[in-house]
DNA sequence: GCCAACGTTGGC
DNA sequence: GCCAACGTTGGC
């Protein structure tokens, strides 16, 4: 089991969208980036946590927590010609993007990035780093378990 | 809206 | 295959 930490920008798919959804669940279309594309591809499995963030917004920072429950599959908008994620280098047998399946398990009190920074034990997360853009970065199992400890003191 | 950091592109 | 130029990300 591995554990994962997902930006979106909520303009695109909020926690409130994803919590509206059939099975709320979303395909987690639109990653344009090799890195990212490779974790989904290549690492990622059914049954991994992520930590579900919203990026490129006033309240930066974590809002929920989803599940993988599908493997990598073809992103389906790099086949749409009208759509802002169409790949023109893509064909049915040699896609280049490829995303999964997230499955809502709970959302959070939010969690604000000041407040992840503020914590020594979480210094060395990928998405606290300067300079970080990366949408997708793995989650350690300690960095994982603090987070979740903190998850659990806010909601009692 | 700024801009540092990083990824991608393409000429050579 | 180098690398300058350009484009994008995303916190601030």
Request: with cysteine; net charge positive.
């Amino acid at each position: 089991m591995q554990y994962w930490l997902m930006k979106s920008e909520p303009t695109e798919v909020s926690i409130d969208d994803l919590s509206s959804f059939k099975q709320q669940t979303v395909e987690w279309f639109g990653i344009r980036n090799y890195q990212a594309r490779n974790f989904m591809r290549n690492q990622m499995q059914i049954g991994d946590l992520a930590f579900f963030w919203h990026s490129s917004c006033k309240q930066p920072g974590i809002y929920g927590i989803v599940k993988i429950v599908s493997k990598a599959h073809p992103d389906s908008l790099q086949f749409d010609i009208n759509s802002e994620y169409y790949e023109p280098k893509s064909t049915p047998e040699n896609p280049r993007w490829w995303c999964v399946d997230v499955q809502l398990v709970k959302k959070i009190n939010y969690i604000s990035i000041q407040q992840l920074r503020s914590y020594p034990e979480l210094h060395t997360m990928q998405v606290l780093q300067k300079g970080n853009r990366l949408s997708i970065t793995k989650v350690d199992g300690k960095q994982w378990n603090f987070i979740a400890n903190l998850i659990n003191q806010n909601s009692v």
